[in-house]
């Protein structure tokens, strides 16, 4: 297993164009998370999918913002009509089912608005 | 509430000094702690963990303990190397394991 992977690793969009982001999380992990990270700041946290559910959306996440987990496999999430406040890495991260566990990150999805 | 306050850097140390950074934490329950490392160009790995009260998390020579009774995680090491050199992010992760919290990271400079 080659670890959680992100796709593209850098995107580079005009304002009010939609983009979408792939993640592929390590297999069988159950939990999958979305976070953005901003230059100087740490992750913040965007979305949590158990399985195919959409468990918690935090209220970064406008209505611009979609995520989605089909077959509780790999995940996609859709930003349109992007903005220049939009710019920023987006991280996924996938852990297992069980408690006590830490998270496993891609290296990310680097996002230019322009 | 949840969250996660480290010092702020940059942290500038020489090559074999001692290493602290600070993390302190509010939480509701019984969290999860965590150090995660980021290197130039790279995505976030963890550098070590603790689930509970007094638990003591270590690796690559990395150290820290959970006290709960400071809610505090300070990270320590005995003698940093130029490879060391990172961003290092706090974080928590509530009881029910939803989600993590991060600190806004502390960057670490070593020179040799």
């Known amino acids: 297993d080659t670890g959680v992977s992100q796709d593209p690793r850098h995107k580079i969009t005009k304002r009010g164009q939609n983009v979408t982001f792939r993640c592929d999380p390590i297999?069988?992990?159950?939990?999958l998370y979305w976070y953005r990270q901003t230059l100087g700041q740490g992750p913040e946290f965007l979305t949590y999918?158990?399985?195919?559910?959409?468990?918690?959306k935090s209220r970064l996440l406008s209505d611009r913002f979609s995520a989605e987990r089909p077959k509780g496999s790999f995940s996609t999430l859709e930003i349109q009509r992007t903005e220049q406040g939009d710019s920023a890495m987006y991280l996924c991260?996938?852990?297992?089912?069980?408690?006590?566990?830490?998270?496993?990150f891609g290296q990310g999805t680097r996002l230019t608005v322009v | 509430g949840n969250s996660v306050t480290q010092m702020e850097g940059p942290v500038t140390l020489s090559e074999e000094a001692f290493l602290t950074i600070n993390c302190t934490y509010t939480?509701?329950?019984?969290?999860?702690l965590f150090w995660y490392v980021q290197y130039p160009g790279e995505g976030l790995q963890l550098l070590l963990k603790?689930?509970?009260?007094?638990d003591k998390g270590s690796n690559k020579g990395f150290e820290a303990t959970y006290r709960k009774e400071t809610t505090s995680f300070h990270l320590e090491k005995g003698s940093v190397q130029v490879s060391d050199s990172a961003v290092y992010f706090c974080?928590?992760?509530?009881?029910?394991?939803?989600?993590?919290?991060f600190g806004s990271g502390t960057k670490l400079n070593v020179k040799p």
């Open positions: 603790a689930t509970k009260a007094d």
């Open positions: 297999s069988e992990h159950n939990r």
């Open positions: 974080a928590l992760s509530p009881y029910n394991f939803n989600k993590f919290y």
């Open positions: 991260a996938s852990s297992p089912d069980r408690g006590n566990t830490e998270a496993f």
């Open positions: 939480a509701t329950g019984y969290p999860s």
């Open positions: 999918f158990q399985n195919e559910a959409q468990l918690e």
